[in-house]
């Protein structure tokens, strides 16, 4: 039976090239987290969907992929609701596990199940895949890694320096010019107070960010429609037209949040990551921004974001500080700060701006032109030698025809050729052609050796 | 809601220490995959339950974990099948995606789908998780990686060479001695044909690997009862005791299989095999055992199993030729062969032998003590010089006690800890301890840089 075979919507395969590209994201990432002192954990594909439910609002609940229990998965499902067919209230009944959807929900259980057995604060990265049922469109997939970094266990800004430094890091060895956002959602609460209208923070900050595009009088309009006194709109003025140095913003901060408590803790706590992090003369920008708003019922302190400069591109990194991660399973009082990094983002930024090393995609170093079996047998034992030497080689596996063999070295990029016929059998030789240059000379193995080194 | 967390059945998490472990496993079979030109490549996790069902015989379709699918999964539900509970035939209407159950099958859907992309023979490897609704039990588990390698399009046996040059250096990395054990399923037909019974090739492999155990005279009476005639068991003789080097082996073969032409292809095939590996001076034993008969249905030339040599423990890696991995998917006539790692059984061996490196689970090379806020500035500075070296550091980011830090030190097997306190600051040095010996030394920045390179 001959199926045209396909994948699901919203997947992909990785191919070769895309899988070196790949590796050398995650390589990157990892080997910085590394070197901050983060360790790796990895958390099951499949959690309880008690774990997962109710974790993302009610869409999340329903873009999580949910698994058939095995065997007779209709057993605990009542008549009468599959005689109405409510699939709904069916779920629970047909299903008890789901496909993880981020991995902040699964490090909260982690943390949770592991507690004794981890030190605080607890430095853990995590890379791997995550599902959701999106509806597939551009740039959106329904499989997509995730890279994140987080410490729980310690309200001390110090992480927040941290983890600023090491997105620095991390994007200067990718050579992506950045500009990391930084915000505090303690101002944000504090900029409700200011004006009086607490549950308007969503809205405030949709204008913030819309005044770019719409200019002042029409964010002004948006925000009386949705009913913002036009007292609270002029307070709102001077955070509306926010702009200069970050110093200069603080400023009008200040004297905006002077009665806000919770506005000058963090104007306190921004000061205190701004300064320390300018202290250390980071590559990026790093710039105060009051209209950065993710997450507003998860996030409790610093929040940030980063956008690459130098291609238009959503933010390609972000998190921020979270005060009760582990509440939900029961843990009270863990506060944390976290990072993640988008790496399907980062890829096509680093592929918009042509930015991977030459080496990123190399491939076999050298291939071994098969003229025979007697041939072959010496190409073997070359290959062992230069193996030894570190040296990544393969054999063409037929005797085919000359052109062929070159196709294959050419097709997948091999730089050199490697040849062993009649007369380098005889004078245990070997000739070396440089795929790039065209250069070809006969020599020995050991200098063929120093050569390819 | 205080909910206890758990994960499912079968599934694990892995903490820092079991993912360094892991990392050493994984990063070894891939450099060696590389060394030997192979390429990697990822498939979704999903597959459209069209390209699993019917590919791993009636148990496997029971044993893939399908995915409910998005939003009303009853709709196309027949009213009949769910009023008498047919969870069987529903499968098909509340499910079209899968979880993949092996990397082969989407390997084979891979190959077919991207034809037209790929430079035969095509060498890829692939290291991703695959699920199983298998029950759960000690050392089998419902979420584990495979670590596979192939190559297609070809069917030189310069290919089965490679693969057992492959296999040995990647054991003799791990430093674990092993056996290869190798046997051709064309020898094993022959082996069937001249016994005039094809169809009983199951049992006498069967046989032949219980001799041991059970003895000869056993083993003679089980093949009675499976309705092997008394004249096939007399034939059957000599292979039942079939010992020696793999010379003697081959000749009790040749004698046996004399008028099969399969067998004597088969024979042919081994030889060829054996020749070449051995005359690679590989560590490993490489051993022809008759008795080996994995995938019948599937292997058609040569097939292999790893065991480690000073453990007790399942093949730990293995593999064969199959000659129409891609006929399911329309696509007839590629040949191929490849080889399987175990990485959970691995891990075992290298934690019962202790052979992991010493640096293996090696963790933040150097923690920062956290003696104040003016302190904490100065170790920022020099965390940046330090990382700058490629030193992993980080700093304690609260003023905690003294011995609490030391404890975290301890704990996440830090083995310097450097001290910047009040006189350090004066001085513009830095005290360096080492958290093994005890000692410690006061020196300059670059000086302790020097020391922990």
């Not at 803790?265 to 950065?292: R, Y």
Request: with cysteine; glycine share 8%; net charge negative.
């Amino acid at each position: 039976m001959a199926q045209k075979p396909s994948i699901p919507k919203g997947t992909r395969d990785f191919s070769p090239l895309e899988m070196a590209k790949r590796n050398y994201i995650f390589d990157t990432i990892k080997s910085v987290f590394l070197l901050y002192g983060f360790q790796q954990i990895e958390t099951p594909a499949m959690e309880n969907l008690s774990t997962l439910m109710g974790k993302y609002g009610e869409e999340g609940d329903k873009l999580l992929f949910k698994i058939l229990n095995s065997g007779d998965y209709l057993k605990d499902a009542p008549d009468h609701l599959l005689a109405s067919k409510d699939y709904i209230h069916l779920i629970t009944k047909v299903s008890e596990k789901g496909l993880r959807y981020d991995l902040t929900v699964p490090f909260a259980r982690y943390v949770v199940q592991h507690r004794n057995d981890l030190q605080m604060p607890f430095k853990r990265y995590q890379v791997q895949p995550v599902w959701r049922a999106d509806r597939p469109q551009r740039g959106r997939y329904r499989e997509f890694y995730q890279c994140d970094a987080d410490v729980v266990g310690s309200d001390s800004l110090l992480n927040e320096v941290e983890l600023v430094s090491m997105i620095d890091e991390v994007f200067k060895r990718f050579g992506i010019n950045i500009v990391i956002k930084l915000n505090n959602r303690k101002i944000l609460s504090g900029i409700a107070e200011a004006i009086g209208a607490p549950e308007k923070i969503v809205d405030i900050t949709v204008a913030i960010d819309k005044i770019d595009k719409i200019g002042l009088d029409n964010v002004n309009a948006e925000l009386l429609e949705k009913g913002l006194p036009q007292e609270a709109i002029d307070t709102l003025r001077p955070l509306l037209t926010l702009s200069g140095t970050n110093d200069e913003k603080l400023a009008t901060l200040k004297s905006l949040l002077a009665n806000s408590e919770t506005g000058m803790k963090g104007i306190e706590e921004m000061i205190f990551v701004l300064n320390s992090t300018a202290a250390l003369s980071l590559k990026s920008q790093v710039e105060l921004d009051v209209s950065l708003a993710r997450g507003l019922n998860y996030y409790t302190g610093t929040i940030l974001e980063v956008k690459a400069l130098d291609v238009e591109m959503g933010s390609i990194s972000g998190g921020g500080r979270y005060d009760n991660l582990t509440g939900v399973f029961g843990m009270d009082g863990l506060s944390g700060v976290g990072i993640s990094f988008g790496a399907d983002r980062i890829f096509d930024v680093l592929n918009t701006l042509d930015l991977y090393p030459a080496d990123t995609t190399a491939t076999t170093k050298v291939l071994f032109i098969n003229f025979g079996d007697k041939e072959a047998a010496a190409c073997l034992q070359h290959m062992a030698a230069l193996r030894a030497a570190g040296i990544s080689c393969e054999l063409y596996p037929e005797s085919a025809k000359m052109k062929k063999q070159m196709a294959y070295a050419n097709a997948k990029g091999v730089p050199f050729v490697a040849m062993v016929g009649e007369s380098e059998l005889e004078s245990r030789t070997i000739t070396v052609k440089n795929m790039t240059t065209g250069n070809q000379s006969t020599c020995t193995i050991t200098q063929a050796i120093e050569m390819l080194s």
